[in-house]
């Protein structure tokens, strides 16, 4: 069986945007806005026992603003005006380890966003 690059990774990403709108939907009573959070880190001793990736999934409700950090997705949700919506100021990619041939060396393809965030949390040395 063969796989696309990123072929799980989409997969997954769906699978979490899906998880944190049963969040918010678990949470609908709620009259307080708040944010969901949402992080992933490998299980090592599961991963080790199985010879296999396990990951230990973390979805979260958070009533004040949470700081960014890398590797974690965030959303607002207020029921009372009906918002749903994800938050990629709070939101980092994760920290996956890119093969250097995948990456670009074209300045069109950078992301002063990343970088911005990446700098401020002292993820990224200039």
Known sequence: ?????GES???WGWD???MAE?????????ERPFYIVY???QDKFQSQRLKTGVYKQTIKAYFTRPAAMLGI???YVDNKVGKFEFV???SAPPDIPLDPSLLSDKASDASTRVMEQG????????
């Open 9 to 11: 990774r989409e997969k």
């Open 22 to 30: 049963d969040f918010a939907n678990n949470m609908k009573s709620e």
């Open 1 to 5: 069986m063969t796989q696309e690059l």
């Open 16 to 18: 979490v945007w899906h």
């Open 88 to 90: 990629p100021e709070l």
């Open 39 to 41: 992080a992933a880190k």
């Open 73 to 75: 997705l965030v959303w």
């Open 119 to 126: 700098q401020k949390l002292g993820t990224i040395l200039s």
